[in-house]
């Protein structure tokens, strides 16, 4: 393919500038309907590095999800001295735009002001002061903030709790436990979590399987849909010991099914009427494959949960099989992993090695690189591409070509990593009592800023341990002075680049509380 086809895909097959296509988990895609309002510590205690990392945390958070009305609604607010909601629950229906205001949002600073913050998320929520639990879509409230300062927040949180709110909390720095696990609704296992803010990543599958669990809806989901098959799924309600599904589906056009003999669980028999059938599942079940469907013929399905220990109501969907004529589908899926300095992963899907007879990957640094190529066989779906320029922007295609001469194209962006080079150099200068100048040298032109970290003093009277303390300096720095430091404070240093913090060095303040 030349270079000119693969510009002319951009505009029917590529996301959003900011972003590449992903394959999102089915278990989420339409899973859930309710409203999710973040309420993000931007004041002036966050770090710029450590607020680039919660926006990148939320991006990927959220990124599963369907969005809108009937589907999951997402409100953004900053904590700052006066707080500000970037956008409400209904500013986005789209992934891209939802994914784009994440990632642009501008960090507010000032004062921690998160009670005025909560007070203005229960408005953005529709809860109102002596609110009780009321019917519709589940509520979530989610917290970011680094421990600083929060505030009296265990009383607006409780206002929203009483009015059915869930509250969940992340945590970053140092916070009180106690504060935050009052904060928070049960169980705080799921619905609170301390982690670095280096290693916020970590917990992005619980945390979304705990919103997922609280928003899920009771729905009836077809994925997998071929010419003559289709998977069902649906959130479990019963178990092996508590009941069975009943499950019927027909063509749509055959009508309502009027009966007949049922079998035992996990078979099927025909009924009376039309070509419906009927089966009874276990109930440990949450999926199930339908088999011998007609192509491009419209289905209704329904399922029934049956238990003698409550009233569970019965969910339907309706869905068309595909047609029988052969058409090259494939890749309809391509994503990017594993990115570094000089090498990324590309995987596509699906796989159809009885049809395609390679594929070719295509890549170019934008806007005008060189086009180069990689040729794999038919049963391959990933490959490394390297010797790639560092922190640049890829155009990255991949084509099918199958056996009936069809082929069929689609691109991504995809981004290498920054080279973040460690500090060179650093000395630490006695000067005075509790006190030191601190010099070190990093990459020329390299770094955007450096952190500089220490344990501070602890008041004569206190028996805690001293404090650790932090500072953020800009690239032009080369030095500061530090004073009030802890006996043997260990003193480090780290280059803070576009994309990541480079790795440090730290050296040991000796000296004692009576140092003359």
């Known amino acids: 393919m030349r270079w000119t086809t693969i510009a002319l895909l951009i505009a029917g097959v590529l996301l959003r500038p900011s972003e590449t296509q992903e394959t999102l988990p089915v278990t989420v895609l339409n899973c859930c309907e309710g409203d999710i309002v973040i309420v993000l510590d931007a004041s002036s205690s966050v770090a710029a590095y450590e607020f680039t990392h919660m926006i990148h945390f939320l991006s990927e958070l959220l990124g599963p999800f369907q969005l809108g009305r009937g589907h999951v609604r997402v409100g953004l607010l900053q904590v700052g001295t006066e707080p500000r909601v970037e956008f409400g629950l209904d500013g986005h229906t789209a992934q891209s735009g939802l994914r784009w205001a994440i990632r642009n949002t501008q960090q507010l600073q000032g004062d921690t002001n998160t009670v005025e913050a909560l007070r203005l998320a229960q408005r953005l929520l529709g809860v109102r002061p002596g609110d009780k639990r009321r019917d519709g879509p589940p509520k979530v409230l989610l917290w970011l903030t680094d421990g600083v300062e929060p505030g009296p927040v265990e009383e607006p ?30 169980p705080v296992e799921d619905h609170l979590h301390f982690v670095d803010v280096d290693d916020i990543s970590i917990i992005t599958e619980d945390l979304r399987d705990a919103i997922i669990e609280i928003i899920r809806a009771d729905r009836l989901q077809v994925r997998d849909i071929t010419s003559r098959s289709a998977v069902l799924q649906w959130r479990p309600v019963l178990t092996a010991h508590t009941g069975t599904y009943e499950l019927t589906y027909g063509p749509s056009a055959d009508g309502a099914p009027a009966g007949g003999r049922v079998g035992g669980p996990g078979t099927s028999t025909t009924s009376n009427r039309g070509s419906y059938v009927r089966q009874i599942l276990p109930g440990d079940h949450s999926t199930w494959q339908l088999k011998q469907l007609r192509p491009g013929t419209t289905y209704t399905a329904s399922l029934r949960p049956e238990s003698n220990q409550q009233l569970l109501k019965a969910l339907s969907v309706s869905f068309t099989t595909l047609s029988d004529v052969s058409v090259a589908v494939s890749p309809t899926t391509v994503s990017i992993s594993e990115s570094g300095p000089d090498s990324v992963r590309v995987s596509w899907g699906p796989l159809q090695p009885s049809q395609v007879r390679r594929y070719q990957v295509e890549y170019a640094v934008l806007p005008s690189g060189e086009v180069r190529t990689v040729n794999l066989r038919s049963h391959e779906n990933s490959t490394l591409l390297t010797q790639l320029r560092p922190d640049s922007q890829y155009l990255v295609t991949v084509t099918a070509l199958h056996l009936n001469g069809q082929e069929r194209a689609m691109s991504v962006k995809a981004c290498t990593q920054e080279v973040v080079p460690p500090l060179e150099d650093l000395q630490l200068r006695p000067a005075g009592q509790n006190s030191v100048q601190v010099e070190w040298r990093g990459r020329v032109g390299g770094p955007q800023g450096y952190w500089v970290s220490w344990d501070g003093a602890r008041p004569a009277s206190s028996r805690l341990p001293p404090s650790p303390s932090s500072l953020y300096l800009p690239s032009s720095s080369a030095s500061t002075f530090l004073t009030h430091l802890a006996p043997n404070s260990r003193v480090c240093v780290s280059p803070v680049y576009k994309t990541a913090r480079g790795q440090g060095l730290c050296c040991t303040h000796t000296h004692s509380d009576s140092w003359q």
Do not use: D
């Open 157 to 186: 949180a409780r206002e929203l709790r009483r009015a059915g709110v869930a509250v969940l909390a992340v945590s970053t720095g140092s916070s009180n436990y106690q504060v935050l696990r009052r904060t928070v609704s049960p």
